[in-house]
């Protein structure tokens, strides 16, 4: 959840200006940006990029590399955490949140996202934090999924 404790709700669509910075809407801001300025952006899936509150993050990576650790010291499967520790070495990025809520996407986060300066982009609120989309790869996303939403949130709320 954002540190507020609300849920991020929403869907924006923004460009890329020419130094491939993004605005993120104001609301969000406070609930993204830490103490030292910053949040955190990890690669979800090609044309996805998630934007996370630093102490969420790190709360949720130290929790999931304790239990892969202990599971690969119990198992061995030493070749799997080694591609684990590359995909992982790669997959996130603390940024800062500059004046009227701008992140600068660094430009392996813009290769994995597909876009360039001035391009369009989705920023799409996806409860417990941002995602930012390349427009192409949310449509197919939301197409495939949007048909089983109903189902969805009767088990959530179950």
Known sequence: MAPSSELFLGEWTRALDERYRLSLPMEWVESLVSESGECVLAK???GCVSIWHP???????????????SKIRATGRMEQFQMFGRLLSTRHKKV????RGRIAVPDSFRTFLGVEAGGEMLVVGAAVCV???HPARWSEH???YMPEFR???DKLAD
């Open 142 to 144: 939301i197409g495939e």
């Open 151 to 153: 189902q969805l949130f």
């Open 96 to 99: 800062p949140i500059a004046g």
């Open 131 to 133: 995602e930012m989309w």
């Open 44 to 46: 979800e899936r090609p």
């Open 55 to 69: 102490q969420q993050w790190d709360q949720w990576l130290s929790d999931g590399v304790a239990l892969v650790t």
